[in-house]
């Protein structure tokens, strides 16, 4: 594909401004947007006004937004209850697309019923020859941190143990266990499945511990080449105050922060016994890559099988909690 790559944007709240936004960054023409009612589709034209400069038509009928702003491709940013319906819905359109983690979840259904959503989604777009993928932008930050750990440790050759901890805001403060799994468990699984491909969770192995604003994982996981990686991913939901956010291998931890720089571009910030470096926004890198897959120049971040992959592992752990609740 050559020239510009048309994208929109399906549920412009929080998370889909800022697609929007590195959409149009990386050099995309964001053409159109679905809400979920007039009044939303209202609210969310004059917010991507004020942030892109543009005006970016909404709209409440996903065949009309494909008919009259014919994008190659979109963003499916909507809640996750939802995220099967329009992942399936862009994929019959022929349309590439990018999922917001987590591939598919809608707590009104069982475990089994989730899963077989995540499979359907996976196999309509291989099915169709059309590009899916999932965002779950820490897979964006792997790269620097090779770098940085291989420049002080020499070649990191395999995961032997991981470590992963991440804590929001949440949903308004009071997120029980279960939603802060939902919410946030995609972001380090994804490293855990990019660490170790073909990654099975070693049977028996799963432990948790549980509070009602957080969940500590811990497990052992198995890659298709046999090696076997010790793994502990600590989740929070805190209302105020600092958020901590750290992952790494073998012991070499690195820390995470988002802000904007001196110039106000948000960038990402990792840091390491005192030191400090300075990289393009993780969702940003990660927006590229699927843009770049879109043209035919490379692979998504996540495919849509590590997508589901992800997705497999979040509930057979959440499982392993909830068991233990």
């Known amino acids: 594909m050559s020239g510009d790559v048309r994208v929109a944007i399906i549920g412009a709240g929080r998370i889909g401004k800022q697609h929007a936004k590195w959409f149009r960054a990386v050099g995309c023409q964001v053409v159109g947007f679905l809400g979920s009612s007039p009044e939303s589709v209202a609210r969310r034209e004059a917010e991507l006004a004020q942030m892109l400069g543009i005006h970016v038509p909404g709209y409440t009928d996903f065949a009309r937004l494909v008919a009259e702003t014919r994008p190659d491709a979109v963003s499916v940013c909507s809640p996750h209850a939802q995220h099967c319906a329009h992942v399936l819905q862009a994929v019959d359109a022929g349309l590439a697309t990018l999922c917001e983690k987590p591939l598919a979840w809608d707590e009104r259904k069982t475990h089994a019923e989730i899963l077989a959503d995540g499979q359907r989604m996976v196999a309509a777009a291989r099915e169709r020859g059309v590009l899916l993928a999932m965002n779950a932008q820490y897979v964006a930050g792997m790269q620097a941190y090779r770098e940085w750990y291989e420049a002080e440790r020499g070649p990191l050759e395999r995961a032997t143990c991981y470590e992963a901890v991440m804590q929001s805001r949440g949903r308004g403060g009071g997120a029980e266990f279960e939603e802060v799994w939902i919410d946030l468990g995609p972001h380090p699984l994804s490293l855990v499945v990019k660490w170790n491909p073909g990654v099975q969770l070693v049977p028996g192995s799963v432990r948790c511990t549980l509070r009602r604003k957080e969940l500590v994982a811990e497990f052992q996981c198995r890659a ?83 997508g589901y992959r992800n997705l497999a592992l979040q509930v057979e752990i959440l499982e392993q909690a909830v068991r233990e609740a």
């Open 224 to 306: 298709d080449t046999g090696s076997v990686c010790d793994c502990r991913i600590r989740l929070g939901n805190v209302p105020e105050g600092v958020l901590q956010r750290c992952f790494g291998v073998n012991g070499f931890m690195v820390d995470y922060q988002g802000r904007n720089d001196a110039q106000g571009v948000f960038r990402t910030y990792l840091s390491h016994n005192g030191e400090e470096r300075e990289y393009p926004d993780l969702l940003h890198t990660s927006i590229e890559h699927f843009v770049r897959a879109v043209r035919g120049e490379g692979p998504p971040l996540i495919s849509a099988e590590e």
